[in-house]
């Protein structure tokens, strides 16, 4: 059986600064050549490049470039002279589009539109021109999206993924194109479905303009050929000793270039199916390609020993002149991807946050005709490397005719695929081409990221380390940063600032896209509490005593502030409408009873009909241009689930002294008041219609959690009250045919009052406004979460009926009517007993004093119990009595989750024990006597 979904809600902690730039390393790049703003028709400004990183980011940003063309028709060429610094790029847009790594971007649309792919297992589209707006989810994997490929003049892009598949999208309708779905190596058959299904995980791909020839490449070592119009694969290269990392394929679809692990880039001609030629000009493996050639007869390599090269290839046909491999530069890592504006800027993304630009050098042709400048420059033997000409497709050895695209995997694994290499017999093979230049020609900075972290023992402070090892302190319930520590060790620093609290895990941290994220659901978040004389609250707030915090419900209240807001306002919207309703058929009923019958009886009752819970706002998500509906956020792709959210009570309750019903504490009074029932509208459904139907199941199956002082609520308050005697009747509410009297006189039962929580229930969070939260679905069919919603804390008003639809079962029932799941506070058993030598007496219970009380229950209460037992003054107990637990003297503030923990650190009761202060005072007195 198909295990439901599970939703959860995370928030991201991040320090509140202005600067734009990656915190963590960048993993693509893309570059928009085009003319941004034109001056004249032969003078003009522009270019733009595009960036994603490892921290979920998509920016843009200006190169400021001048062109010029020598007419208005004619190609737009990079003016610069080399003699003065190129100008500096600015960031234009700056888009948390994930929540985990952004693996690769490509630019489409005729640079319109950038297409992501990430980890997170989510394709999205954004709008260039309006990059303010919110990116489009057109599709999703079941694994992490490694690569992408776009087919311009198609009008589709590819994605692949550790799933297995190649999906294929359409850009105009932002779903899910129908594509090839085979499987490979195997019989071919087409489906008609939406990807295609390989045997390995997808590393690399390349498609030509036109999209008639797609290349994946994988670490079965082999280039897969497919053909996205009939659903086929219709090659396969072998030669590859490692893992396929990057692809190139030319305009034509004639030929491709391949970049493997094995350290060797592959040149193939896709009709003729065999290698032309291998170049062994990296020592590390090769990890990514560019090339805007259509021909690819110039390209640039990237390795992850951080070398980049610029090989031009001679023609097949030109076996006078020998290929060229000039090694220009050497970043610190591995280079994942190269971009190139005209053959003279080069940028590339590594696993630093900076993005670096390099000057390329000119070609062949264009070194004697060009003065020399910082361009142009001369270059040693040591950074260059001569190849021999690429072979030409059909060997002469070989008599073959030609091979009709029908029949290309008749030759997949035949001997002309076999790569023979240059070198074989080639001594001075090994050695390495040195880099030509040293240092960048400019740099695009980025920012310290968050690396690794440690959670506290109070969960709610959380040690962190950044890329430049620094250490901070953050609050994760204030969303800010406390304090920073300088390079230390992170151990270090954590047993210096973790105390003696033991809180249980109320939500889980990860840093993976370099800033905090904190992950919430249903079964855990509500379980921490935390004392209010502890949680660092402002001196204006009055504290009652032992009053003690629910951290999630804190959180949470503050955090959906604004949704809260806009929901009341929907109510108060609704209870208008419907008032108004009712006085006009109050009205129109009476000029019918003046007219026709007598007047009523003063006395008579009203009938009304109370008016269902609140429940989820519903929106038009097909109408959403950001929720195409094929997408994961369709209505018909995902629902909420709809297990229980209670845990299973114990079978054997026991009485807890120590609960807050024995100690009833003043609760404070939420300004938010419930508002009163009102008659169901016959007019057309409103806005809200569906909103209201759905917590009215959502408040039958949810159950009310028992208050921080001890008490319970009815759990069937919002059910119809009935007697023992009465049945059911066509349903659990009993909502069977009523006549006027009947629903009259139910009306009172049925009432269901709306009472969400309130922010002045909590003591005053500032939790910035720009905090991001995000909603997510996980599955045990895939491997990581998928997001279903993504905004901020100041935006969840306007976004309120896209959260409403997607927030899980166990919010919405927090956020409207303040429940939450019903579990049995933990609770540990201790026993009291005068400390050995004490003259203090044994309780009334004597050596059978086993007690049960909350984990979180604190020494100064017990104290205070221990006093009560033995008839001492109220107050008089703390001043005089102190308690142990290992011949260790316990703080007042100790909870026995601590003693447990971090005193007596064994299993079975809590061994306590009490004596007056003042034979503690006196021992201590004795030792220093006798040791004087």
């Not at 659901?521 to 502890?534: I, R, S």
Request: one cysteine or more; proline letters at 7%.
């Amino acid at each position: 059986m198909k295990a439901s979904a599970r939703r959860s809600v995370s928030y991201v902690v991040e320090a509140c600064d202005e600067e734009r730039a990656h915190r963590l390393g960048v993993n693509s790049l893309a570059i928009d050549p085009n003319v941004q703003q034109s001056i004249n028709e032969t003078t003009g400004h522009g270019g733009v490049l595009f960036s994603a990183g490892r921290d979920g980011v998509v920016a843009s940003w200006d190169l400021h470039f001048e062109f010029h063309r020598p007419s208005a028709h004619a190609e737009w060429e990079l003016d610069h002279d080399f003699e003065t610094p190129a100008p500096k790029a600015t960031n234009r847009a700056f888009t948390q589009m994930h929540t985990d790594w952004v693996n690769d971007i490509v630019v489409c649309r005729d640079g319109r539109a950038v297409v992501s792919a990430s980890s997170d297992r989510t394709v999205k589209l954004w709008s260039v021109n309006d990059p303010e707006s919110c990116s489009s989810t057109i599709g999703w994997h079941n694994d992490y999206v490694k690569c992408l490929a776009s087919a311009n003049q198609a009008g589709w892009v590819a994605s692949g993924g550790f799933d297995k598949r190649v999906n294929i999208w359409d850009l105009e309708k932002c779903q899910a194109a129908a594509a090839i779905h085979t499987n490979a190596d195997q019989n071919m058959y087409s489906l008609g479905a939406h990807n295609t299904i390989t045997k390995t995980s997808i590393y690399a791909m390349a498609v030509n303009p036109s999209g008639k020839v797609l290349a994946t490449g994988s670490p079965d070592k082999v280039v897969r050929l497919w053909d996205p119009r009939s659903g086929q694969q219709i090659g396969r290269l072998t030669g590859h000793t490692d893992n396929i990392r990057t692809l190139l394929i030319s305009e034509d679809g004639s030929h491709i270039l391949s970049g493997s692990s094995d350290s060797t880039i592959k040149l193939w001609s896709v009709k003729a199916q065999r290698c032309l030629a291998t170049y062994e000009t990296h020592a590390d493996s090769v990890w990514s390609l560019y090339s805007d050639d259509p021909e690819l007869k110039i390209f640039y390599a990237g390795s992850r020993d951080g070398l980049v090269t610029k090989t031009e290839i001679s023609g097949c046909n030109e076996m006078d002149n020998e290929s060229e491999c000039i090694g220009l530069f050497k970043e610190k890592s591995g280079v994942s991807k190269i971009v190139v504006l005209q053959d003279k800027y080069i940028w590339t993304a590594t696993s630093s946050s900076d993005i670096n630009r390099w000057l390329s050098i000119p070609s062949r042709e264009s070194r004697q005709t060009l003065i020399d400048s910082a361009y142009n420059i001369d270059i040693p033997t040591s950074a260059s490397a001569k190849l021999p000409p690429a072979r030409p497709p059909y060997h002469s050895q070989y008599s073959e005719p030609f091979v009709g695209s029908d029949n290309l995997t008749l030759y997949a694994k035949s001997v002309m695929s076999i790569p023979i290499s240059y070198q074989e017999d080639d001594d001075d093979s090994n050695e390495l081409i040195q880099p030509l230049r040293s240092a960048p020609d400019g740099t695009i900075s980025g920012k310290p990221g968050i690396t690794a972290h440690l959670v506290l023992q109070n969960r709610r402070h959380v040690l962190t380390q950044d890329t430049n090892g620094e250490i901070g302190l953050w609050d994760i319930v204030k969303c800010t940063q406390v304090k920073k520590f300088g390079k230390r060790p992170l151990h270090d620093v954590a047993q210096e600032v973790n105390g003696m609290d033991c809180a249980p895990a109320w939500c889980t941290v990860d840093t993976k896209i370099g800033a905090i994220t904190v992950q919430m659901d249903g079964f855990t978040c509500f379980d921490c509490e935390m004392y209010a004389d502890e949680a660092d609250l402002p001196d204006t707030y009055e504290i009652r005593e032992d009053q003690r915090i629910n951290l999630g419900k804190w959180v949470l209240a503050h955090l959906f502030k604004e949704f809260l807001n806009k929901v009341i306002e929907l109510q108060h919207r609704e209870e208008e409408k419907a008032h108004d309703e009712k006085q006009e058929r109050k009205s129109t009923t009476t000029v019918i009873r003046a007219a026709d019958t007598p007047p009523p009886d003063t006395h008579t009752k009203k009938s009304t009909t109370p008016k269902p819970p609140l429940t989820a706002i519903t929106t038009n998500i097909n109408n959403n241009p950001a929720f195409p509906p094929n997408s994961p956020m369709s209505p018909g792709c995902n629902s909420i689930s709809s297990g229980p959210f209670t845990a299973p009570p114990t079978t054997s309750p026991q009485d807890d002294y120590f609960s807050g019903a024995h100690h009833p504490t003043a609760e404070p009074t939420s300004p938010v008041q419930p508002p009163p029932p009102v008659a169901l509208s016959t007019s057309p459904a409103s806005p809200t219609g569906n909103f209201i139907n759905r917590l009215k199941h959502l408040s039958v199956k949810a159950k009310i959690s028992k208050t921080p002082s001890g008490e319970e609520n009815d759990t069937q308050a919002d059910l119809p009250k009935r007697s023992m005697g009465d049945a059911p009747k066509n349903g659990y509410h009993g909502a069977g045919k009523k006549t006027e009297k009947e629903a009259s006189s139910s009306s009172d039962s049925l009432k269901t009052h709306y009472t969400p929580p309130s922010p002045s229930e909590f003591p005053p969070l500032s939790i910035p406004s720009s905090t991001t939260i995000i909603i997510t679905e996980e599955s045990a069919e895939a491997s990581t979460g998928i997001d279903l919603y993504r905004g901020t804390a100041a935006y969840a008003g306007i976004d309120a009926e896209l959260i409403a639809n997607t927030a899980p079962s166990w919010l919405l029932a927090y956020l409207y009517h303040n429940k939450i799941p019903n579990k049995d506070a933990v609770k540990l058993t201790f026993s009291l007993s005068p400390h050995k030598g004490s003259k203090m007496p044994e309780l009334p219970a004597g050596g059978s004093n086993r007690l049960l009380a909350n984990r979180v229950l604190r020494v100064r209460k017990l104290i205070h119990h221990v006093g009560e037992k033995l008839g001492m003054a109220p107050g008089q107990a703390v001043q005089d009595i102190e308690l142990l637990c290992c011949d260790t003297i316990l703080p007042l503030t100790m909870t026995l989750a601590s003693i447990k923990q971090h005193i007596m650190k064994s299993s079975g009761d809590i061994l306590l024990t009490y004596r007056y202060i003042s034979e503690s005072n006196k021992r201590l007195s004795e030792k220093s006597r006798i040791s004087s």
